[in-house]
Antibody, heavy 121, light 107 residues
Framework: DVQLLESGGGLVQPGGSLRLSCEAS????????MSWVRQTPGKGLEWVSS????????YGADSVKGRFAISRDNSKNTLYLQMSSLRAEDTAVYYC??????????????WGQGTLVTVSS | DIQMTQSPSSLSASVGDRVTITCRAS??????LVWYQQKPGKVPNLLIY???TLRSGVPSRFSGSGSGPEFTLTIASLQPEDVATYYC?????????FGQGTKVEIK
């Protein structure tokens, strides 16, 4: 079974930084693009960033460009999201999500349990 | 960015009722649309991809139809375990965007 286990969330002050990790198991991690998706009660689900299977190409939402960086270590089956210059509006549950197909279609068949990031002073 | 608009935002129906949720894209997306179900306190679960293809293991009472810009998710006979919020999402181009969700409750 596919398992995605996020960690690294917590309370951080505005302007601060945080690194999320997602440890994957149950599938060939290096074959699939991976993404981060966040959820807030007010804004619902919002795609944050994706990275292709080999890590050579990634892309992100305009709302996080220049502040968040997605990366992966295929030798450790782990996805990362380095978040900096955090704002109150970044407060959300952050999900690690596996792309459903090998290819370009950005939709997700497996989600982690989520990690809560709270940006507040 | 392509905007996805769902309607209604919530609905209440009786067990056995036919339920339909609509999702409209702000521009053409062919059939590059999925539906997720998110039960209370759980993570989203993929139900349908390519607008109308049922994911393996999903009950056959769920179906999807349509092609850009309007799509529907239908629950043929609502069951108590279908209480959830349903989201559409396009994957036509980056960024993939979600509808705001439709909360389905039992009357």
């Amino acid at each position: 079974d596919v398992q995605l286990l996020e960690s690294g969330g917590g309370l951080v002050q505005p302007g601060g930084s945080l690194r999320l990790s997602c440890e994957a198991s149950g599938f060939t991690f290096s074959n699939y693009a991976m993404s981060w998706v966040r959820q807030t009660p007010g804004k619902g689900l919002e795609w944050v960033s994706s990275i292709l299977d080999d890590g050579r190409f990634n892309y992100g939402a305009d709302s996080v460009k220049g502040r968040f960086a997605i990366s992966r270590d295929n030798s450790k089956n782990t996805l990362y999201l380095q978040m900096s210059s955090l704002r109150a509006e970044d407060t959300a549950v952050y999900y690690c999500a596996k792309r459903a197909v090998i290819g370009l279609a950005d939709y997700f068949d497996s989600w982690g349990q989520g990690t809560l990031v709270t940006v507040s002073s | 960015d392509i905007q996805m608009t769902q309607s209604p935002s919530s609905l209440s129906a009786s067990v056995g009722d036919r339920v339909t949720i609509t999702c409209r894209a702000s521009q053409g997306i062919h059939n590059y649309l999925v539906w997720y179900q998110q039960k209370p306190g759980k993570v989203p679960n993929l139900l349908i991809y390519a607008a109308s293809t049922l994911r393996s293991g999903v009950p056959s009472r769920f179906s999807g139809s349509g092609s850009g810009p309007e799509f529907t998710l239908t629950i043929a006979s609502l069951q108590p375990e279908d209480v959830a919020t349903y989201y559409c999402q396009h994957y036509h181009s980056a960024p993939p965007t979600f509808g705001q969700g439709t909360k389905v409750e039992i009357k």
